[in-house]
């Protein structure tokens, strides 16, 4: 059974740090791209950043640029979104996905398995 579960959120400061963990169990993720996606009341999901499966590649949304960094350790199944500088706009509940197809990092349809996610609130 294949399963992604998140952890690490919670309740931060404007400015602050928070990291976000995903937990890959029940096939072999090192060869599926990893991927974090948000979602505000409200509002679509929305992609936030992504790795490729060796962890040579990554991606972020604009908005994330210089602020966030996600990056995966194959070996323990892990993946990570380290967030900084932190703004009440990142107010959300954030998922962890996976792409076995390698395609489109930045499109929600083509990661196969998500997690449940995991709410982050930032207070201004």
């Known amino acids: 059974q294949v399963q992604l579960v998140e952890s690490g959120g919670g309740l931060v400061q404007a400015g602050g740090s928070l990291r976000l963990s995903c937990a890959a169990s029940?096939?072999?993720?090192?060869?599926?791209?990893m991927g974090w996606f948000r979602q505000a009341p409200g509002k679509e999901r929305e992609f936030v950043a992504a790795?490729?499966?060796?962890?040579?590649?990554?991606f972020y949304a604009d908005s994330m640029k210089g602020r966030f960094t996600i990056f995966r350790d194959n070996g323990k199944n892990m993946v990570y979104l380290q967030m900084n500088s932190v703004k009440p706009e990142d107010t959300a509940v954030y998922y962890c996905a996976a792409n076995p197809s390698g395609s489109s990092y930045y499109t929600p349809r083509w990661y196969a398995y998500w997690g449940l996610g995991t709410q982050v609130t930032v207070s201004s």
């Open positions: 029940g096939r072999t993720f090192s060869r599926d791209g």
């Open positions: 790795i490729s499966g060796s962890g040579d590649r990554t």
